[in-house]
């Protein structure tokens, strides 16, 4: 009698727990610019992740949630964290931003400098760590696939992406290494040393072979410690 | 005896509230870029506002407080505004960025594009505005003194000020016209339509002369609806 | 019979003449960039100014050719000065370029310091009138049709002209003023202060009533003293 | 007595020709930018050069001439071609340019457009060939030493080399690859990635080290087909 209350009493707390944990998916943020604003797209990566869990049966238990802005820098997360992030009570986002922060220096005048991206991308990590959300940070995909350092913002993006690691290790958080993903890849896969037309239609925006990559390192990424 | 009673019954709201105005002085906060950060140095044009109030016997009524920071661009205001600002609970605030926002596009391909520019100073002002701060937005100066619309920046600083009047009567705060006087006192003052020499040593950075000329115009705007 | 003889001397001389005249028309080369291209298309500059002869019967006196090629500036004329100018023993040539010189500083980084402009610019000159062509120098239109100043380049569209304006005076050679008669033209015909849609279709390129705009200064330079 | 007269006859075409080298020296002219400027200054790479002959008893095989002027970049070098070049009938001429073109994208907004540059480049190069002059190619060194290609400029200066070495190729010219030299240097001399310090003193301008390393590989290539 007295175990059977026992086991009655456990019920009572454990009952309602597992129910929440099937009630209550974990919910992934991606917080991005254009390439996750299509990511939400019929073809985008977000869209393919969400059918690849479907497929595994797993689609009760990831949420999976498009917060990119086309033209999105650094700071532009910043400043929509509380509104597209925060006030969303994620448990864990994906920070994928750097292309515009590079890219816009030369065709727009309007980058990021480097230690401004590093401050802001850091303010965006403290307030999600306060939030007790998992931080996943991503280095910078290409602008250009040509896989022998010859595109012109090479440069850039490998500094970047080297600040990103740094920033992963300072901040003890987890890192998404997208740039060394892509660029291993396009050694690989892009024999003829094409500018586009690989991972990218257009140097930046993927394709669908590139959005089925992505999807897989990001699956990767969201499962790995999990 | 009644009249007395009256007297005695004023006195006792009177008389706290004299206290106070006399105990807490006006906190004025100047927020800004190089600048700013210059003008609380011994020629800078806070000091030299501190000294008009000196002068006039006013000290007692305000409290200049300098918060620039060389290189400083809307978004960079943005992201100190709580530390360097709220948290010191001005009455009033002075924004004047906007110099970096469009030089920086052709120095270091990093200036800030005009709606991100619009977007951020409305956030700054909407947080302002919610903690009851009396705010001042200020047209960007110069970017070299030639007088007949010839320097290099004179289309975008031209605009990013249209911008500023416009968020001004948006918003309903008041407006410090800087563009506006210092190109008046150039047409005047510059008859050899020389780049730099008059208002800034350098084109950008002000000489004892123009901190003199900026000194005047906020404390006009300063003491105007006070 | 001396006067008879005479006369017939005269003629010897003046028929020939007056023949060359007849069967030598004045050879006028357009020499710029994609608005010059586009400047012998069906609608542009170059062929209203052909049809403006037919009209007036002027067209055995001028041959108007046309050589504009997209995105050139300063230096790109240099290097085809000889295939496309000087080979082609012109008359008249109209430089008519510095629009992407400016512009291409901001869209892709590339465009042209002013000292290496006047630099390319004298050479042009030097080169042509070393073969006696009568040289007419344009000062750049507009890249946005703004009439106060607020469009991002005008400060350098501004300096840029007065540097032409000197390059005129100091090499004595004639100034087609084509930014001074847009800038009084769009502050008469541009009430709403758009940014294009009146002499431009895109900030730059000409409409049907800006390269009927165009023809006529085009066409008031070259008669002037002819 | 046969022997002697065939002695004679060899020295009858061996003198004029022995004292035919001994009086002309090869005239090799370095065409370039502040680099090359620097290089006549008296740590110079063509300092050096000159040094390295005297040593090995060369110094009337070898006329060595700087043409380098601060800032320049592949037009500037075709518009001074004439003057600095041609007109003082080298045998041999360096072209040492890219830096500038590269550089002032980001710098100034007017560097130059990799179509432009190879076109400027190969006229340079037809005009040096049609006077028989020996041309020898480098590709640009470095801006910024970093070693794993994170200098904000790797990008373009690889792509520009990679340029480069097609122009050798497609004209038939010898090619002095520094590029690939300074790489290979930096990954083995650079243990601390830093950006300047090793070759360069500001991450472009050479060093004492960089000045004798570059003599080294300018004066492999000089002697290499002579």
């Known amino acids: 009698m007295r175990s059977f209350y026992r086991i009655f009493q456990i019920a009572l707390i454990a009952i309602p727990l597992l129910a929440m944990r099937q009630d209550k998916p974990l ?46 820098k650094v700071y532009d997360l910043y400043l929509r964290l509380e509104d597209d992030v925060l006030s969303k009570k994620p448990d864990v986002v994906f920070i994928y931003v750097g292309i515009n922060d590079v890219w816009h220096k030369s065709s727009h005048g309007t980058g990021t400098d480097p230690d401004k991206y590093v401050k802001f991308y850091e303010a965006l990590i403290k307030k999600m760590k306060a939030q007790n959300i998992r931080v996943i940070v991503c280095t910078p995909t290409v602008i250009g696939e040509r896989n022998d350092n010859s595109n012109a913002q090479d440069g850039d993006l490998n500094y970047y992406s080297k600040l990103i ?40 925006h993927l394709t669908d072979e590139g959005n089925k990559f992505l999807a897989d390192r990001m699956m990767e990424a969201l499962v790995k410690t999990n």
């Open 165 to 204: 690691r740094e920033i992963a290790t300072r901040n003890n958080v987890q890192l998404c290494d997208l740039r060394k993903y892509f660029g291993d890849y396009l050694a690989q896969n892009n024999p003829e040393n094409k500018e586009k037309g690989v991972l990218t239609s257009d140097r930046v």
């Open 27 to 72: 919910r992934v943020i991606f917080f991005g610019d254009s390439i996750t604003q299509a990511g939400v797209g019929p073809t985008g990566y977000i869209t393919k992740m969400t059918e690849m869990l479907k497929i595994k049966n797993q689609s009760g238990q990831y949420e999976l949630i498009g917060a990119g802005i086309g033209g999105n």
